[in-house]
């Protein structure tokens, strides 16, 4: 009932966007002729979608840093089939419905090859049917919520998914943190939140733990003390946060002023150079699930992250890390595909296995996800420091 008012009105929002040319602002739109490419054109065109600006800011900016390093070394190496990559990027703000506007102008009026995005699931959910119905190839770097692919045959991602994500928290927070009894607190309008505290709670209480309490926000809130108060008052061993930075560093705020000393636990929400700086020291000590390690010793990881600081000044997050990845699976799948129309590229990307990434091993599954290990890391300042992998 919600989903279908919901989808209805993306609709009407996305048909609006595209009479009146788009009312998703630009963002460093590098194609220069407008849609005139195509399949036969001389150059690959491709399409990003993110927040850019907004609450999650960073997600898209960090996305985009990684995606472009990828395009700028392939057409150093000549680009794909003799022609060069460009890139045009659309800012969603963090709306779902910008979203979904963005990536129908991508492919209706830019005539996009192929799209990458987005981080956040509940966006990437919105936006994929128009990706889908258009059969234009669609990779999300990054979103984890199971029901992305499952939109169709023409979505994928290059990161595991919530199912093991969720598992991977329940198990260290059993095993590694020897908690008996965990509280959550989750954000009811992110289908990523609802979908990995669901997961967590269920793996959980299978290791034998008990869930406390399980409360709720509404992202973009900005007063957490009740459900903190009633928190506090289960004595729980840990909480578990599955939200987004922004919430996330402002809900450590509150929980320690409220003398909740527990460590709180989350997800790949949490990666964000801004979270320890909206959090403060009271982040500190706490934990969260992520695709990649920033200490890892592996050459194909210390590479990327000295190219990366080289270029940026700056160590390259997990999302930074995914863009670039999916960059690179794209394109190694439209160098193989037998021309750039979206089926061949499709076909290829479904075909990819044991691509070597920065965030591990990829090979895509049958469902379009990718099974890799995920890494629990423990946030101190401004350094997230591995603390143990977890194999699916
Ligand atoms: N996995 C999150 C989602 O699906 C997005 C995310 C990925 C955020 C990686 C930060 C880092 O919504």
């Not at 928290?169 to 289908?191: P, T």
């Not at 706490?286 to 590479?303: G, L």
Request: aromatic residues 8%.
């Amino acid at each position: 009932m919600m989903r279908r008012r919901f989808f209805g009105s993306l609709v009407a929002i996305a048909a609006m966007a595209s009479l009146m040319g788009g009312c998703t602002k630009k963002s460093g739109e590098t194609g220069t002729d407008g849609g005139a490419s195509a399949a036969g054109g001389s150059e690959f065109l491709i399409g990003e979608y993110g927040s850019f600006t907004g609450s999650e800011a960073t997600f898209g900016q960090s996305t985009s840093k990684g995606l472009k390093m990828a395009i700028e070394e392939k057409n150093k190496a000549g680009g794909i089939k003799g022609k060069q990559i460009k890139l045009i990027s659309l800012d969603d703000q963090g709306k779902a419905e910008e979203a979904a506007a963005a990536v129908t102008r991508l492919i209706t009026q830019n005539k996009v090859q192929a799209v990458i995005g987005e981080v956040a699931s509940s966006r990437s959910l919105a936006a994929a049917p128009i990706a889908q119905q258009h059969k234009v190839p669609m990779i999300s770097p990054s979103s984890t919520n199971p029901k992305v692919t499952e939109i169709g045959d023409y979505v994928f991602r290059v990161c595991f998914i919530d199912p093991f994500q969720g598992t991977v928290m329940a198990k260290f927070a059993s095993e590694n943190l020897k908690a008996k009894k965990v509280a959550i607190l989750r954000d009811v309008k992110s289908d990523y939140s609802v979908g990995l505290a669901d997961f967590f709670s269920k793996k959980f209480k299978e290791l034998g733990g008990e869930i406390t309490n399980d409360v709720s926000y509404q992202s973009g809130e900005m007063d957490f003390k009740g459900q903190l108060t009633q928190i506090k008052g289960a004595k729980p061993d840990a909480i578990y946060v599955p939200g987004y930075y922004t919430e996330v560093g402002l809900i450590a705020r509150q929980a320690r002023s409220l003398g909740i000393t527990v460590p709180l636990m989350g997800g790949d929400g949490w990666d964000s150079s801004k979270l320890s700086e909206i959090g403060g020291p009271a982040i500190n000590g706490s934990y969260f699930s992520n695709h990649y390690t920033t200490e890892s010793t592996d050459p194909v990881v210390v590479d990327f992250i000295k190219r990366f600081k080289e270029r940026h000044n700056e160590t390259p997050d997990g999302l930074a890390a995914l863009g670039y990845d999916a960059g690179k699976i794209l394109f190694e799948a439209a160098e193989r595909a037998t021309d750039l129309t979206g089926p061949a590229i499709r076909e290829q990307l479904a075909k990819t296995r044991d691509f070597v990434g920065v965030t591990g091993k990829i090979s895509i599954d049958a469902q379009r996800n990718a099974n890799k290990p995920a890494v629990v890391v423990k946030v101190d300042g401004t350094t997230n420091r591995y603390v143990t992998t977890i194999s699916p």
